[in-house]
């Protein structure tokens, strides 16, 4: 099963995919986390460390395919999930589609595009351009990280009519959104009273969880030496769960920009 | 002159490209604003309403150029600033560059790109790839918006490597940061240090300026009936007369990723 987080920049795609991948792994999955963003820190606090980007692996082996072996790029993180960062377009040149294109390539290359019960893309959401919108092409589910202000629904909005677009042509679905650092939902409910979709959690802002950041870990692996951390835990776990369900999924609606800001912006 | 205004998504840019276009108008320019974000709402608080991209006007017409005339893409703005919107590129496919692109053709198969003293690009900095790059290729200055946080300094180091790229080739420097929204300017500071460039103004977050985009209205407008709202357009004049005056503008040096990280994130 393969799939794709996408959100806003900073909504806290890569700090839920990380969790989210834990919890798989507590599920008994053997899971591969792919980080997609230029900020190329999606994994982490799987690995604790920022891990080589596999463009910049390439580069140094002039991309000599055969030269590249799975230990250079696929680091193992915490509870045997293995992660890698695909790295960004370079700045000002270059294409998110073809770093996302490459990275995929190079783990067939490498036999490792199947050999995972899990795979999962952490993808950046702002621009859901063709390129951005590369690792939907592998996705059997599509997840939307977002709080409940304007700008993260509206990105989601687009994110949803991407998924929507590929639908057409792959066994892609949207999973649904999960909230994220908010303890209101009135926008999200509003939104989604528009276009229908489940919404798996809704996370508040938890002190805890920027803490795990800063320490580069899970929260999983700060609950094993503080239990009262087990609840945290349980939201990823209960976001894991509906996953492995093989839920039916959505292919959402339409829903015109205009009908957005009409609805959620306080223009 | 050519400005292009970059930055994380939600720092700013529409806001502040506003209220700079109205101030270069307040002081006898004549502008044209151009939003390069898929969000289409730059201009929104120049013309107090949405008004439609160029990317919707063309596919109405099927891409004939000949059938598009200047009113029905730029439209009258707060102190006879011009606004067009580009618009993004279709959800899930296209991209930004193409959008870009054809805006620029059009202005200039409407005689419109050379008709001013200023044109400033409001443009999305999340992913500077080679398509949201493409503003830089007809810039004399890029302006970038941060606050003081990691992931917009994060995201203006990408620009300021775009702007390093493009200036290999085109007239480009960078006339330096904005810093938006915070009393603080601990980090700022501390990227400077690394990457020198100026700083041309730090605006705090300012409940009026939040209201004045509520209201559809820059500062500008807001302060002809609310006279105490002055010293708030005089930061974006400060901003104006910076560029005016024709700064030296830098070529930024180079800061790469893992630096960045160590200097500024709380890893
Ligand atoms: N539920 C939460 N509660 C508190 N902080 C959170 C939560 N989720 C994410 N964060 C924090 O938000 C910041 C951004 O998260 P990150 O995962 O890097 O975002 P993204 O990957 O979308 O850019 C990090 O500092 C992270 O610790
Ligand atoms: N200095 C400021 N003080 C208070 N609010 C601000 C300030 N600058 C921008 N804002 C608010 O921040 C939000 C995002 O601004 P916007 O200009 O739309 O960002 P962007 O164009 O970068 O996506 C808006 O609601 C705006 O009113
Ligand atoms: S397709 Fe997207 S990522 Fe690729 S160059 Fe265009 S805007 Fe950039
Ligand atoms: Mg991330
Ligand atoms: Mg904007």
Sequence with gaps: MKIAVYGKGGIGKSTTSCNISAALAKRGKKVLQIGCDPKHDSTFTLTG??????????K???????????EDVIYQGY?????VEAGGPPAGA???GYVVGETVKLLKEL??????????????????CGGFAAPLNYADYC????????????AANRIAASVREKARTHPLRLAGLIGNRTNKRDLIDKYTSVVPMPVLEVLPLIDDIRISRVKGKTIFEMAEKAPHLQPVCDYYLNIADQILARPEGVVPQDAPDR??????SDF
């Design 49 to 58: 460390f920022l891990i080589p980007t596999i463009i910049d692996t390439l």
């Design 143 to 154: 997840l939307i990280v977002t709080d409940n202000g304007f700008d993260a629904l509206f």
């Design 60 to 70: 140094d082996r002039d991309y000599h395919y055969e030269n590249v072996w799975p």
């Design 79 to 83: 509870g045997g999930v293995h992660c």
């Design 111 to 128: 036999d490792a595009f199947d050999a995972y019960d899990v795979i999962l893309f952490d993808v950046l959401g702002d621009v859901v």
């Design 94 to 96: 270059g294409c998110g």
């Design 259 to 264: 009908e957005l800001f009409n609805l959620l």
